[in-house]
């Protein structure tokens, strides 16, 4: 570091460095991949999202479905964050999703031999300038044609990032006139691997990460080994997003992120251990004239060494991974387990409990969603204790998942139970269960349905628009304080009067309508405000609804957890 210090006091007696063109490079760089990235999430759609559902079946065809897409997308980190929705949604499972990211690793090489043969053979701004000319145009005067638009926003990316490319090349040429780094290297290959994983961690593009080792390689003011140990640093910060992507996910999605880092971290710590013979085999290759060239090479041969080395044992890896984070999830079901199957009495009470955890949880998860806040609930302890653990620390979307899981665990158990031998009566006491658990989740599809729509009235700069939000976040709150006051008053009781909450709804639905009308009657409102009021004003009192009727079934059920039939 003293070294270090004595040489930037040296420069800054001498001559002032422009680090600015570097630095400009670097975010037109950056910005570019961010705008492709963003056309080609919309551009990919369904068929890409169908192909790696379908190529994942054999190991083999997995890894090449990396490979493909990730050539295409020109993005490991789209593919791997796609990954992660799809373990998530467990579409995929950690064994099919591990083999695709082994090829989405060398799929992402593409763009770095485009730019390497393109970039820095030919004069590329006289290229880029024309395509971001024309696809200004598309941009600003087709902003209705979704394809059009995302097409123009890709071209405008990738001729961005080149301009960006370009500028960092120059900026370096003249840091080199102006600074010697040869100081830098008493520091260490291990330096520049840690310089490469903390740049690529920060900007969350190790494509960037290369095309600074690939200037600096290019300008002189790096060697072929201090850029490579770049190269290599970057393999692992590549893994950052993904890992997190995973946060606060479900323990498949962790495991899945946390196979990705040890991938890259083992070929990469394996690449500098053997930097020496990895650089002489890549000089067999590829003509030591070619500096810029090899260094591309020395990176694609890293993921294809990552290939190879872990290929032969994706099952083994999966099944170590698959034991990391398994108590690392909160309890979704409580009352409910395959223990209980074998006596059905005990089985239905324990599903009618899970059921009304279900719906606790529901209603607070609604809460969130309309935004009402917390101060105004005035849930008993009983009620606090039935909602999934770990929740006041979640997202809203994160808690709809684990809603999602809990009623999907209800659901796979009632359907375990229904191929047990049951009576008539046991058969109609599931049906009933699964009515007030149908209920329960349209009275979340309901409010997730409009929850822009509740950040847009929110942060609406139209006082009336936020007016009427504010108006039907208090009616709400008053239904939601009632219900969950009447269900603590309620809670051993087997036939109940719920007519109050259906008038007390319907009435709190029919001014809201009337003073909507009036509102756009008086022109203080637009058509498509008036449209959007209404939808949310039915979403919302569908969802009351919905609440209502599952408490309906519910209380129907006596104390024993036998249904009353009260009809």
Partial sequence: MIILHD???????????????????????????????????????RSFKLFLKNQTRHPAKAVFAGIFVTALLQSSSIVNLLLLAFVGARVLSLTTAMPVILGANLGSKVYTWIVVLIGFKFDIQAISYPIIAIATIGIIFFPNN?????????AFGIALSFI?????????????????????????????????????????????????????????????????CLVIGSESGTSVKTLIGSIGGIPAKKQMALGNLLINLVASSIAFI????????????????????????????INVFSIVLFYPFLKQFSKWLSFRYVDDHPEITRYINKMLLQETESAIKALKSENFRLLVNTIELNRRGLEINHEQATDTPEQQDELIPGTNK??????????????????????ELQKQELTGNDTRELHELAAINQHTMNAAKSVKDIRHNVKDFRESADDIIH?????????EADFYTDLSEFIQNN????????????????????????????????????????????????EIHGADESLIAALKVYYHFGENGKFQDTK
């Fill in 7 to 45: 040489k930037l006091m040296e420069l800054e007696s001498t001559e002032t460095i422009d680090w600015w063109p570097a630095l400009a490079g670097i975010g037109m760089f950056l910005f570019g991949l961010m705008l492709m990235e963003q056309a080609i999430q919309h551009l990919a759609g």
């Fill in 146 to 154: 979704k394809k059009v638009m995302h097409w123009t926003r890709l």
């Fill in 164 to 228: 960006g490319l370009s500028t960092i090349k120059n900026g370096f040429t003249e840091m080199v006139n102006a600074i010697d780094i040869t100081a830098l290297n008493a520091y260490g290959n291990l330096a520049f691997v840690l310089a490469g994983f903390l740049i690529t961690a920060i900007v969350q593009s190790s494509a960037t990460t290369v095309v600074i080792a690939l200037a600096a390689l290019h300008s002189g003011a790096l060697g072929f080994e201090a850029a490579a």
């Fill in 274 to 301: 053997a930097l020496q013979p990895l650089i002489k085999m890549i000089a067999w290759f590829v003509n030591p004239g070619e500096p810029l060239i090899s260094l591309v090479a020395f990176q694609t041969a």
């Fill in 394 to 415: 979640k997202t809203y979307s994160d808690y709809y998942e684990m809603v999602k899981h809990l009623n999907g665990e209800i659901i796979d158990f009632s359907l």
């Fill in 467 to 475: 007016t009427m939000f504010e108006t039907l976040k208090k009616s």
């Fill in 491 to 538: 809670t051993k009781e087997s036939a109940v009067d719920l007519m109050p909450f259906t008038r007390q709804i319907n009435k709190k639905r029919d001014e809201l309508i009337h003073q909507t009308y009036e509102l756009s009657a008086a022109k203080k409102i637009k058509d498509i405000e008036l449209s959007t009021l209404l939808n949310v004003i039915h």
